[in-house]
């Protein structure tokens, strides 16, 4: 494939006729490795030795599938570079059309930033989902919670596993949500976020301008002239109330009329 | 009760409006009103005759909470203390408040509301009570005009913002903040999400099977459904505002370390020779406890008394122990001063 920008949407828009045809495509191309997985999980688990490896592996491949179960279509082969997307975002930005294609570009590499962020959250979550299943069964194990073989057990017996777990999630969620790959996660994902909302609401900026529509940056400059004028007039009160109180007549008017009359004869 | 009949009665008790107690409003500036409460039945001498409590509640969520519903009351558990009480009520922002600072806040809306209450006491100083972020501001005020506050009382009132168990904290401290209010405000149900995210089996599952299995009465019903609306019910917040409060406090901790300024003026603790009264939920996953206490090591006053209870932060307004401890405890510290 040529890397000029006709190459590229040649390539995109075979992708999209192909996708059309067969839309379940992902869906059991996802299944199909899911299967396999599972087969493999059971087959390795009958051997002792083997079963816990087997069980990590299963529980890795999981992991990767939820990540990409949120994987939006147009950052899904962009960290390869080998996708047209991935190509368009680093297309040299010419002619008349640069800044709005700069734009554009920012807009589209910002979404691909959310879609990371939230990977890499979805990721935490599940360990931590794992860590409190874990916590979960040990806790049941050793508190000897007496679950009946034969018929539904208690409202109380239910009650207490529930409880149980909600303190396991929350003991296995407070230890992820702590940590720095969380907290660098959420603020990768609000920072990209915000400026995929910048970026957009400047492409809808352009359209307005073109439809003579008023836009947001043209309100703001009217209420930061508002506030600034209602600034202005508060501080112009406080001092006219200020003068106001010093030049209040004291107790002794007749006195003070006095005084004041000698000083300036002519008022 | 049945599934069936619970939901029908959460449902039947949609309309149930929290606040309970009558006031007035007194003064309004903006979308801000100024409440004043009408003594209680229990307590009808002339409480205006006393030093009148200003409580400051924050930006975040609305201050009917303070007045839920008769049972859960602390205003009215002041007011039967003899307390006069006025409220602040911020009101819920809009786009063209979206530049309000701190500044306007704190130097221009609650300086506001202080200058009506000193006129119409003929009084230089009343008793201020900030709740949480309220708490902040009232600090934030005493600082700017200490002549002006007799008594401060801060409740569940982040003071240290780097403490270990702040997640809220450790959350904001890399988010780019200028982006992320990018000349606009914060909605409400963003910090919903936030506030929701710090606890999220307990917040959005486990308070509902508890409710379900906990065959409530149309009482508890009622006021389940009351704590629902003051939780969601989250005003905008102003996104200038917001901004200065987040990195100024969460990101940049400047109010513990002496290096805050709102109004171009610095708010050194340490000047603050007031009594002050700090009450603190040691079981608050907001503002952790040690957030609070902080207080302590870095106010000037000599007069410093703090209160442990063992709450979180809802609870300090609304639980049945709230209701019999913390307006006695705050009637009698005053009373004494």
Redesign the interface.
Known sequence: MGNDPWSHWKAFAARSEQSQHNPFTPFLDSAESFAAAARKYLEDARHAPAAEEAARTFSHFLREQSMVFFQPPWSADATTGSAPWAAMLDAPALGLTREHQQRWQRTADAARRVGEAQRRLQCLWSDALRDAATAFAARVAASGIAIPSIGAPS?ATL?SL??SW?DC??EA??GT??SDSF??A??DF??AS??W??EF?ASVEQWSKLMDLPT?SE??SL??RL?SAEEQL?AERQQHELRDAASKPRPTPRASRTRRAKRNPKS | MTNAGLYAALAAANHCAAGCSPKDVVWQSGKLRLYRYRPTAQNTSQPSQGVPLLIVYALVNRPYMMDLQEDRSLIRGLLAQGLDIYLIDWGYPDGSDRFTTLTDYIDGLLAGCVEHILRTHRLDALNMLGVCQGGVFSLCFTALHPQRVRNLVTMVTPVDFHTPADLLSKWARKIDVAAWVSGGNISGDALNQLFLSLMPFRLAHQKYVELFMGAPSRAQIETFMRVEQWIFDSPDQAGAAFQEFVVWLYQENRLVRHQLEIAGRKIDLRALTLPVLNLIGSKDHLVPRDASAALERVVGSKDYTALEFALGHIGMYISARAQHEVPVAIARWLAAR
């Open positions: 409202v009650r529930y409880d909600i999630a929350e969620y407070a949500a702590h907290c660098n959420l603020a609000v920072n915000s400026q909302r910048r609401a947001r309100l703001n209420i930061l506030k508060r």
